[in-house]
């Protein structure tokens, strides 16, 4: 299961910034989260941590060392050379929290002769509670999809995927109160405008419970502590 969260999210409003236009290079930065998904399988709840960095610059490289001797090289984005993270396979999944603690950062930039930083991120102990779909259902061309109030979460995203688990649709975020939703091929949020869902066609649904880093005030986005994730079926427009 891949995560795919960020890239929906406009790289632009981090704070982190690239200073191209300076007679010295700035110096490596970059902002590193660590954050744990939960999903169901086989009927039990399972635990995956995932891994996201953001450069000021383009990177080389990135490496993460956690508790317990854990160590993880990270995949450089196809679309943005600032961005590495690692997500987690089904086989990731464990039948318990991963180790909190702090996760260090080896990052690396293109620039030759530049020292790699490290820059760490603590995963904390909270988690949230296992996210339910209740029900789905069409309606005036729109899927509504209702689920259970997650406590704790501090809001929710839809996801939607084709059957080459591509994403084809992600929702702005939904106010943790709510706790329905409802989109159409005419709303916001396809990934693509050319590959949009069609009738008669299966996709992956998904309902995302999200809980920030109990310390994040600003770019929370890039602050995830928890991911709690409940998928579904459903058949375009029927």
């Known amino acids: 299961m891949i995560w795919k ?13 690239s ?6 290079p700035a110096a490596v930065d970059a902002a590193p989260d660590v954050f744990v998904q939960k999903m169901v399988q086989d009927g039990e709840e399972k635990y995956a ?13 990135v490496t993460v060392e956690g508790p317990e001797d854990g160590s993880w090289t990270l995949d450089q984005s196809a679309e943005n050379k600032r961005v590495f993270s690692l997500f987690p396979e089904t086989e990731n999944y464990k039948d318990t929290m991963p180790d909190t603690g702090d996760y260090v950062f080896t990052v ?15 995963l904390e102990d909270e988690e949230l ?3 339910v779909i209740d029900t789905t259902e069409f309606d005036n061309s729109k899927l509504n999809i209702t689920w259970e109030k997650l406590n704790e979460a501090d809001g929710y995203f839809v996801r939607l995927f084709d059957d080459s688990d591509d994403l084809i649709y992600m929702s702005a975020k939904v106010e943790d109160s709510k706790t329905e939703f409802s989109f159409g091929t005419s ?3 396809w990934v ?3 590959n949009k869902a069609q009738d008669g066609e299966t996709y992956r649904l998904e309902v ?26 459903v058949v375009w427009g029927d």
């Open 5 to 17: 969260f960020f890239t929906a999210f406009t790289l632009a409003s981090v704070v982190l910034t």
């Open 19 to 24: 200073c191209v236009d300076d007679p010295e």
């Open 49 to 61: 941590l995932a891994f996201w960095v953001l450069g000021n610059k383009e990177l080389e490289s």
């Open 108 to 122: 690396t930039s293109t620039q030759t002769d530049e020292a790699p930083i490290d820059v760490k991120d603590e």
């Open 129 to 131: 509670g296992m996210m």
């Open 187 to 189: 709303d916001q949020g």
């Open 192 to 194: 693509d405008s050319s």
């Open 208 to 233: 995302l419970g999200i809980l920030y880093e109990s310390g994040a005030t600003a770019n929370k986005d890039y602050n995830v502590q928890f991911i709690s994730i409940a998928s579904t079926e």
